[in-house]
């Protein structure tokens, strides 16, 4: 094969991941780009933007879109995140529909699933989390799937042990059409540092609050300069909450809790930029911002860009 032959084979283009929340779409975006981009936490809505991690082989470009968990919205921001959601399936090459294979068929997939007949791109069903079950349970509940929809593929897979992961990029690879190589090779996604910054900080303030206080919660940031003399960068973030009462619960007594907030997303945030890192939080009340289109657009949730 000569040079003009390999480069006409290359493939790529852009896969969506749909999903009910906490199905594991975030967990296999990080195992398949082999970093953390996307955000993890078992409570719902975490993903709140699409999120594009690049994946680039030797033969191939797989541009993956993590969309946020398909719900019923409660308000302005639940309706931003589902049009996000529903808009990726118009414009990518593949549609990944993921389901936690040991809930079973829920109200939520059985409505992704009615979303999905007016599709025209290949649909695989991908199920996850199939260390959590017996492989004897595997062909019922495929065939449970199968009943509703004619998936195009249907792979079974572990992201978080990795099972199958290589197999379902393998059928992927298939599917995709053949194109240009869209980002450098060394590019793992097309979001600026500061966004996955700000999302790294909200992970951790996610895991150490409980209730409705993570649903409150944005993070901006304020500040990213590198200071040459000592080797950092300074980062200066605020975690926006919309209650008086939120924002003693996310500093703590005498700052403990954003103090441990800070900690944790440090060495993510160091993991990320590969330099040490000063990072200073604050906490601010900005209420009812959830329901608030200004305020939302400040919070970086741009319904044009969608």
Known sequence: MNNTDSQQAFKSGFVSIIGRPNVGKSTFLNRVIGQKIAI??????????????????????????????????????????MKVAQNTLKEVDIVLFMADVAEGIGKGDEFIIEKLKNVSTPVFLVLNKIDAIH???LFSIIEEYRSRFEFTEIVPISALEGNNVDTLLDQLKKYMPEGPQYYPADQVTDH????????????????????????SIAVVVDKMKADNGRDTIHVM????????SQKGIVIGKKGALLK????????????????????????????????????LRDFGFREDEY
């Open 135 to 137: 492989p004897d349970e």
């Open 40 to 81: 993890m936490s078992d409570k719902p809505q975490t993903t709140r933007n699409k999120v594009q991690g690049v994946l680039t082989l030797a033969d191939s470009q797989i541009v993956f879109i993590d969309t946020p968990g398909i719900h019923k919205p409660k308000h302005k921001l639940g309706d931003f995140m």
């Open 237 to 244: 973030a605020t975690i926006m909450v919309e209650r008086d």
């Open 192 to 215: 600026p540092e500061h966004f996955i910054v700000s999302e790294l900080i909200r992970e951790k303030a996610l895991h150490l609050t409980r209730e409705e206080i993570p649903h």
């Open 260 to 295: 441990e907030i800070g900690q944790r997303a440090r060495i993510d945030i160091e993991n990320l930029l590969g330099s040490k890192v000063y990072l200073e939080l604050w906490v601010k009340v900005q209420k009812d911002w959830r329901n608030k289109m200004s305020q």
